[in-house]
C-alpha cells in the first residue's frame, strides 16, 4: 500500500489558550505540544473515534467516560447485547453516555435480527424512544435486499438518528469485490448515512480488507481509496498495528472504530505522537528536513 506524504511538525512549547480553569487544563500542555499535530477536538467531523462495549457495567462506563470522554466519539453496544439488559440498565447506560456528549447506538447484527424478523420499523422507533442517538445498518451475517437497506437508512434518518452504514462481511467464504464496496458506499452516502463503516470485526482478521493474520490486503484498499472518500470511511482497526497504519498513512485524524475501551487513551497517545510508534516518524520527518 503507497504511504502518503505527511506534514509532521514540532512545535515549540506554548500555552493553550481560553482554559476554562485550572482544574480542566492540563498541565502538560503548558510545557510541552504534541509531537504529531493536527488533530482534531471534539465536536469533530474527522478523527472520530468508536469504542466497542461488549458489557460494560455502569460504574466501568462511567471511569471510562471520565477518564477518555474526551477521545470517543461513538460508543456501539455490540452484536445483539442491547437485548441482554434490563430496560432501566441499559436506559441508565444511554443517559450515561449522552451526558458526556457521546453518541450511542446497537450493534448492526442486532438491525439484521429486527430484518429477519420483519421487524425493522418497530427497532428503529425503539432504539430511538430508548435514547440512542444512532443506529447502524448492516448486512455482514444476512442477505439484505437494497430495498431494506434504503428503508432503514430513511427511516432512521428521519427521525433524527445518525445513520452508520457498514460494508463487508463477517464470514471470509462471503466477501465481496472492492466493486461492490465501492458501489455501497456510494448508494448508502447518497441516501443518507453519516459515515460507511468499513467491515473489521473485534478480531480484525479475516474479515473487509484485513487477511487471517489482521494485515491490510494492499491492492484492495488502494482500489477502494481511488474512488471513494476516505474521509467518510471508518475503519473497524481494533488492532495496534491497524490503527498506527492508518494514522501514518492518513494523519491523526482518520476515522477508527471497534476499539476496546482500555485502549482508547493508547490509542489517542498514537494519534499525536505521545507512543514511540508515531513519534518515530515525527523524529524521522524532523532529521530528513
Aim: aromatic share 6%; charged share 25%; proline share 4%.
Amino acid at each position: 500500500m503507497e504511504v502518503r506524504t505527511l506534514t509532521l511538525m514540532v512545535k515549540q512549547p506554548e500555552k493553550e489558550a481560553n482554559m476554562s480553569g485550572q482544574a480542566n487544563s492540563n498541565i502538560w500542555l503548558d510545557v510541552l505540544s504534541f509531537p504529531f499535530q493536527g488533530r482534531s477536538q471534539k465536536p469533530r467531523q474527522q478523527g472520530l473515534t468508536m469504542v466497542i462495549d461488549k458489557g460494560l457495567g455502569p460504574g466501568e462506563l462511567n471511569d471510562l467516560l471520565m477518564t477518555a470522554g474526551d477521545y470517543i466519539d461513538f460508543i456501539k453496544l455490540g452484536f445483539g447485547t442491547s437485548a441482554l439488559y434490563r430496560r432501566n440498565l441499559l436506559e441508565e447506560k444511554i443517559a450515561l453516555v449522552r451526558s458526556f456528549g457521546v453518541d450511542i447506538y446497537p450493534g448492526g447484527t442486532f438491525l439484521e435480527i429486527a430484518v429477519l424478523q420483519d421487524k425493522l420499523t418497530e427497532y428503529i422507533r425503539t432504539a430511538k424512544q430508548l435514547g440512542f442517538t444512532a443506529i447502524e445498518v448492516s448486512d455482514g451475517t444476512i442477505k439484505m435486499s437494497p430495498e431494506v437497506r434504503v428503508q432503514a437508512i430513511t427511516a432512521a434518518a428521519g427521525l433524527g438518528l445518525k445513520v452508520l452504514t457498514e460494508v463487508g462481511k463477517k464470514i471470509s467464504e462471503d466477501k465481496i469485490s472492492v466493486d461492490r464496496y465501492i458501489e455501497q458506499i456510494r448508494l448508502d452516502l447518497e441516501h443518507g448515512a453519516c459515515q460507511v463503516i468499513v467491515e473489521g470485526r473485534e478480531s480484525g482478521k479475516n474479515a473487509g480488507f484485513y487477511d487471517g493474520e489482521g494485515k491490510f490486503i494492499p491492492d484492495e484498499m488502494e482500489a477502494l481509496l481511488k474512488a471513494v472518500d476516505g474521509k467518510r470511511l471508518l475503519w473497524e482497526a481494533p488492532l495496534k498495528n491497524q490503527q498506527q497504519e492508518l494514522i501514518l498513512n492518513f494523519g491523526p485524524n482518520v476515522n477508527l472504530g471497534n476499539i476496546p475501551p482500555p485502549e482508547i487513551l493508547a490509542l489517542e497517545a498514537l494519534r499525536v505522537g505521545l507512543r514511540g510508534d508515531t513519534l518515530y516518524q515525527v523524529c524521522k520527518s524532523q532529521n530528513s528536513g
